[in-house]
């Protein structure tokens, strides 16, 4: 049994509970159960129970009305990461960039403070604060695991840890970000930008206010993590060489496809002289390239390493399936 | 210390030799260090030392005079499999599907039969007797590895062992060969199948005589491997519905490339109505398609799974360095 506190319960979070409930009997095979002891959340409302929570109900109450049904608690988040008798601290909640990583940053630090292990598919904490938050777990005996803050539940940083073992990361070059990849892709149909930013939060691709993907942030913050993580250097959002599409044309658009290429907002990581360097930036891709096979769907990352050729992931198509998965995984390897 | 029995110093084995003389530090920092207490080749002579050759003076004979110099052993490799004071066989000898993985084969389970682990990166013994090979590591106390056998040291059997935990694998698509990969390219570009094949022959992609590769015997192997290991299926080499190149024509790649199409040799393996599949066939993919974006050297393996969208591994030119380091990352995990 482990007992876990939940922030978040959005569609990650519901994929989570689903998931669990789904494949009981195989988790429990590996030794694995979930029971969670918290579920907080900004509208749903938030339930505190010791003995674990319903998680059937809770998606129910979810899908009919939309909250928690039954007393919530009178907790905050920070109270709960606090106070509450946990083993792991799950963060679902959304990035922050104006807030660097706030409040998920301060859950987080809560939970390693007091040797409680930590698993967060929100990047925000990470890309502000990872040479703390590594410190804080190490001095502490507690884990911090992030797998599905970047290409959600795909493997990328178990992959360089588990099967790279003894190659040094030399850099990256990866499509990070969905949304501006699918209104890129929706521009080369003869969309607008304005149309096809339109759609993409129409198709559930782009969040409401979609700035965070279209000035490239979300991918600077993926970039952070990657380039703390697999290249340990020190690079925070905000030190990012960071562009995005807002200025991009159907003009600009057209006139790279009559020279067979394609725009793609690519993310990159790399060394020189010494130095770690990390940048977003909109590049005309030759048709060759393997980046610019990508669908309007799928995410990309190539990493480059002094012992082999690139290994290049690449995710068809996720859903909030997967980065639950990246979760459950994590949660599986504590 | 790890005392290696090396059997084959080819263009793998030699590339694992310098890989450990290169990064020694890096490696005995993880607390590796490789001992060669035997070298066995076909052509180049067999050498023995229970205090370890010198792999340094090896290179430097096999560069300068194409043979070992010094006395050769009159040992055979499965009497040194049988006798010698050995921790790992390495497994480098080349593929032979007419002799069902022999005599790999019968090398690997005499290692795993005296308890000794093996690495191999030559598939056939997996194709041909990966349960018996199995079994026989399991009660012997002994391990068997072999990232090396598809798709050179990119992560495929760890990735999907160490990454995907939880996970049940449901099917697997891939660009598994590279002299096929390369041929269909060259063909795109004008060449005749037999041009193709000579200038994969001279350009070292394809070997003197290309005809396991061309006829998909190479692939169905992998596709055996895969399909075993993965998917739990009992399906040798010659239970794959095999497919090859040997009927291609200038005509069909123009009337693929009329389409906006390409030819790729796929590597398949699904289950349908509990029964597991495995196949090797031509197929004409559109342009969109993950695969067609291939170069004619780079390799591609899809992994379909129940709780996520499928994970592609794409490798981007490997070269004999790539399966040296899968061999390396096997004996690192013993």
Request: aromatic share 6%; charged share 20%; proline share 4%.
């Amino acid at each position: 049994m482990v007992k876990a506190l939940m922030i978040g319960f959005g569609s990650v979070g519901q994929a989570l509970a689903r998931m669990a409930i789904r494949h009981e009997e195989r988790l429990r095979a590996r030794g694995f159960a979930l029971c969670p002891v918290g579920v907080f959340t900004r509208t749903k409302g938030s339930r505190v129970c010791a003995e674990g929570l319903d998680l059937r109900a809770m998606l129910d109450d979810v899908e009919t009305g939309g909250v928690f049904r039954g007393d919530c608690t009178a907790l905050t988040p920070l109270e709960a990461c606090r106070t509450l008798d946990y083993d792991v601290l799950i963060e679902l909640s959304p990035l922050s960039v104006a807030h660097a990583g706030e409040p998920a940053l301060s859950h987080i630090r809560a939970a390693l403070a007091r040797g409680r292990n930590a698993v967060t598919a929100n990047k925000g904490p990470v890309a502000f604060a990872y040479p703390e938050l590594a410190a804080l777990a190490r001095d502490n005996g507690a884990q911090l695991r992030f797998e599905s803050t970047v290409m959600d539940g795909a493997p990328v940083f178990n992959l360089v840890q588990r099967c790279m073992k003894g190659n040094r990361i030399t850099g990256f070059a990866g499509i990070l970000n969905s949304t501006t990849n699918y209104i890129l892709c929706r521009m080369e149909e003869g969309a607008s930008l304005q149309e096809a930013v339109e759609e993409a939060v129409a198709a559930g691709v782009a969040e409401a206010d979609p700035s965070n993907d279209i000035d490239g942030w979300d991918a600077a913050v993926k970039v952070s993590v990657l380039a703390r993580v697999l290249l340990g250097a020190d690079i925070g959002p905000l030190q990012v060489a960071r562009g995005g599409i807002r200025e991009m044309t159907q003009e600009a658009i057209q006139a790279a496809a009559a020279e067979g290429k394609r725009w793609k907002l690519v993310c990159r990581g790399w060394r020189e002289n010494g130095a770690a360097h990390a940048a977003v930036a909109l590049e005309k891709l030759d048709a060759a390239h393997l980046f610019a096979g990508l669908s309007a769907y799928d995410s990309a990352l190539s990493i480059e390493s002094d012992m082999m050729a690139p290994n290049c992931i690449v995710q068809k198509g996720p859903s909030p399936m997967d980065t639950a998965f990246g979760v459950l995984e994590d949660l599986l390897s504590l």
